[in-house]
C-alpha cells in the first residue's frame, strides 16, 4: 500500500521560517514535488526534485526562498521555506511519481499526500 504523508506546516509571520517533511512508502518513488493550493485557487506547483541527486526546480515564486531536498534510501522529501510571505499560505501538497524525471504538472503525479496547513501572517 503506497502512502504519502506530509508534515511540518504551521502557522509563522511573515519573513519567517518552516520546513516541511514527507515520508512515502510503498514502492520506489521516482520524482518527488511540492504543490500548494490557496482558498478558491487551483493546485499550483512549487518545486520537484528527480530521481537524480542534483536535478531539482522551482517555481518563480519561491526560488531563492525554497530549497527542496530528498533522501532516496528514506523516500523523504523536504522543502525549506525561508522569508515566508502571507502570499505563500496555502495547503501544501507532497505528491511522487514512479518516472524519475520532475514534472510541474499536477496531473503528471500518481501519488498525493493529504496536505498540511502553511500559514504567514503579516
Known amino acids: 500500500q503506497v502512502m504519502v504523508v506530509e508534515s511540518g506546516g504551521g502557522l509563522v509571520q511573515a519573513g519567517g521560517s518552516l520546513r516541511l517533511s514527507c515520508a512515502a512508502s510503498g514502492r520506489t518513488f521516482g520524482a518527488m514535488a511540492w504543490f500548494r493550493q490557496a482558498p478558491g485557487k487551483e493546485r499550483e506547483f512549487v518545486s520537484a526534485?528527480?530521481?537524480?541527486?542534483?536535478?531539482?526546480v522551482y517555481a518563480d515564486y519561491v526560488k531563492g526562498r525554497f530549497t527542496i531536498s530528498r533522501d532516496n534510501y528514506k523516500n523523504t522529501v523536504s522543502l525549506q521555506m525561508n522569508s515566508l510571505k502571507p502570499e505563500d499560505t496555502a495547503i501544501y501538497y507532497c505528491?511522487?511519481?514512479?518516472?524519475?524525471?520532475?514534472?510541474?504538472?499536477?496531473?503528471?503525479?500518481?501519488?498525493w499526500g493529504q496536505g498540511t496547513q502553511v500559514t504567514v501572517s503579516s
Open positions: 505528491a511522487a511519481r514512479a518516472w524519475p524525471l520532475w514534472s510541474a504538472t499536477v496531473a503528471d503525479y500518481d501519488y
Open positions: 526534485i528527480s530521481r537524480t541527486i542534483g536535478d531539482r
